[in-house]
């Protein structure tokens, strides 16, 4: 079975301070890793995606996420936070031979000024 | 371009009552699934279709629910004789196909049921 753990229900950071979402997976195959990003009242946008090509993702808005397989982890960073980065974060498993995608509990992000 | 869309919005319903929820996916979209999103959780998965076939509907919470997509666009999730514990926002999400997994999300409709 898969599964997804995101560590933290809650992250305050400075404006300007670097961002780390931790996010912990499960699966017996090799997975896809999604992170997706909801802000209030709009729909969940894709930041970046894991499909067993790079480790290292890039995605938008400066965020990039490393698949370590020896950690089964996916963990979403940026090196600067933005007031616009506050948002909920989910980090999201598929496994390849199902359509079928795993939210986890996601993690709300709080931007100080 | 247009991205998905879903309509209504907002729903207010009497428990008891029957609703319909629509969702437009993007155009030329094989694949198209419906989530339920409880306050404060993740999205959880409902059912699945490619095209106008229904794949996959182990995420229904019951035999009350129930999704069509008759000619393989639009779709139409319907809850009868709503519940309480019906109250959530229902997303729609679409892909071009089911290799790519990157899927796109519409706003959502909020249910809440009194």
């Known amino acids: 079975a898969q599964s997804v753990t995101q560590l933290d229900s809650h992250v305050s950071v400075s404006e300007g301070t670097p961002v780390l979402l931790r996010c912990n997976y499960s699966s017996s195959y090799s997975p896809s890793l999604f992170w997706y990003v909801q802000h209030p009242n709009k729909g969940l946008q894709l930041l970046l995606k894991y499909t067993s090509a790079a480790t290292l993702v890039k995605g938008i808005n400066g965020f990039e996420a490393e698949f370590k397989k020896s950690e089964t982890s996916f963990h979403l960073t940026k090196p600067s936070a933005h007031m616009s980065d506050a948002a909920e974060y989910f980090c999201?498993?598929?496994?390849?031979?199902?359509?079928?995608?795993?939210f986890g509990k996601g993690t709300r992000l709080h931007i100080l000024p | 371009g247009a991205g998905v869309s879903q309509s209504p919005r907002y729903k207010v319903a009497k428990r008891g009552q029957d609703v319909a929820l629509r969702c437009d996916p993007i155009?030329?979209?094989?694949?198209l699934f419906w989530y339920q999103q409880a306050l404060g959780q993740g999205p959880e998965f409902l059912t699945y279709f490619q095209n106008e076939a229904q794949l996959d509907k182990s995420g229904l919470p019951s035999d009350r629910f129930f999704a069509e997509r008759p000619e393989g666009s639009v779709s139409t999730l319907k809850i009868q004789r709503t519940q309480q514990e019906d109250s959530a926002v229902y997303l729609c999400?679409?892909?071009?196909?089911?290799?790519?997994?990157?899927?796109?999300f519409g706003p959502g409709t909020r249910l809440t049921v009194t």
């Open positions: 999400a679409s892909s071009f196909d089911r290799v790519s997994y990157e899927q796109y």
């Open positions: 999201v498993v598929s496994l390849n031979r199902d359509d079928k995608i795993i």
């Open positions: 155009s030329g979209h094989v694949s």
